[in-house]
């Protein structure tokens, strides 16, 4: 009777070690899981950040384009940057160093 008692002791400390065991396997699951989430997170937050400031870049460089070649009045295609007119029918040719 005391031998059987001593077993089923045993096996409740091993199948509770084994149970503890499994929580502590799920709760560090969690715990990589979560800081895994969070560095994500954090690193979709800088790339949308990035986007923004090259967006605000590419409207910038796109205005400023845009304000040089504009065609005013259906006659001439003004390219500020030079100070020169192209005239009507004729192409420019602008190089940059």
Request: glycine letters at 8%.
């Amino acid at each position: 009777m005391a031998q059987q008692q001593r077993d089923e002791r045993l096996l409740s400390l091993l199948i509770l070690g084994l149970k503890l065991g499994v929580i502590l396997l799920a709760l560090n699951s969690c715990a990589k899981l979560v800081a895994t989430h969070h560095h994500t997170r954090s690193l979709y937050r800088e790339l949308q950040a990035e986007y923004a400031l090259r967006q605000e870049d590419l409207l910038a460089v796109r205005r400023s384009f845009d304000a040089l070649f504009q065609v005013e009045s259906g006659e001439h295609v003004g390219y500020r940057g030079a100070g020169g007119w192209v005239a009507p029918k004729r192409q420019r040719v602008v190089w940059n160093p």
